[in-house]
Antibody
Framework: EVKLVESGGGLVQPGGSLRLSCAAS????????MSWVRQAPGKGLEWVAN????????NYVDSVKGRFTISRDNTKNSLYLQMNSPRAEDTAIYYC?????????WGQGTLVTVSS | DIHMTQSPSSLSASVGDRVTITCRAS??????LLWYQQKPGKAPRLLIS???NLQSGLPSRFSGSGSGTDFTLTLSSLQREDFATYYC?????????FGQGTKLEIK
């Protein structure tokens, strides 16, 4: 069974930093593109970033470029999202997702609240 | 960026009804279109890929069609468990973008 479990969410001050993690199991993690997708409270879905199988290629939505960094550790079957200088508008549930463009498995999400 | 527009934004229907949700892309995305279902408090679930390919194990009452800029998701006979929010998404280019969602409610 494919399983994705996010952790690391919580309350962070604007301008602070937070690192989200995702533990993957049930599939060959090193063979899969991975992504982060977020959902602000009561709003729709927004793709944030993706990363190639070997970590050599990444893409970001413009609103997080230069502030967020997606990375992975294939030896630990883990995906990460380093969030630097978060803003109030980054408040959302962050989902770890299998796939780079076709999102066929989602974690349960971790809530990030950016507030002072 | 490719903008995805769904209609309607909300829809009331009854069990047994046939409903259609449309999704329009701001440019030609060929067939690089996916549909997701999301229930309250849950993560989205992939229903359909490549515009019309139903994911394994899902009921055949879900179907997708379309190409280019115009796509549809059809639920042929609504069941109680189908009441949810549905999103389309393009994976033709970066950034990946979603429609705003269609909330399907019980009449």
């Amino acid at each position: 069974e494919v399983k994705l479990v996010e952790s690391g969410g919580g309350l962070v001050q604007p301008g602070g930093s937070l690192r989200l993690s995702c533990a993957a199991s049930g599939f060959t993690f090193s063979n899969s593109w991975m992504s982060w997708v977020r959902q602000a409270p009561g709003k729709g879905l927004e793709w944030v970033a993706n990363i190639k199988q070997d970590g050599s290629y990444t893409n970001y939505v413009d609103s997080v470029k230069g502030r967020f960094t997606i990375s992975r550790d294939n030896t630990k079957n883990s995906l990460y999202l380093q969030m630097n200088s978060p803003r109030a508008e980054d408040t959302a549930i962050y989902y770890c997702v299998k796939g780079g463009g076709s999102f066929d498995c989602w974690g349960q999400g971790t809530l990030v609240t950016v507030s002072s | 960026d490719i903008h995805m527009t769904q209609s309607p934004s909300s829809l009331s229907a009854s069990v047994g009804d046939r409903v259609t949700i449309t999704c329009r892309a701001s440019q030609n995305i060929i067939n690089n279109l996916l549909w997701y279902q999301q229930k309250p408090g849950k993560a989205p679930r992939l229903l359909i890929s490549v515009a019309s390919n139903l994911q394994s194990g899902l009921p055949s009452r879900f179907s997708g069609s379309g190409s280019g800029t115009d796509f549809t998701l059809t639920l042929s006979s609504l069941q109680r468990e189908d009441f949810a929010t549905y999103y389309c998404q393009q994976n033709y280019s970066i950034p990946r973008t979603f429609g705003q969602g269609t909330k399907l409610e019980i009449k």
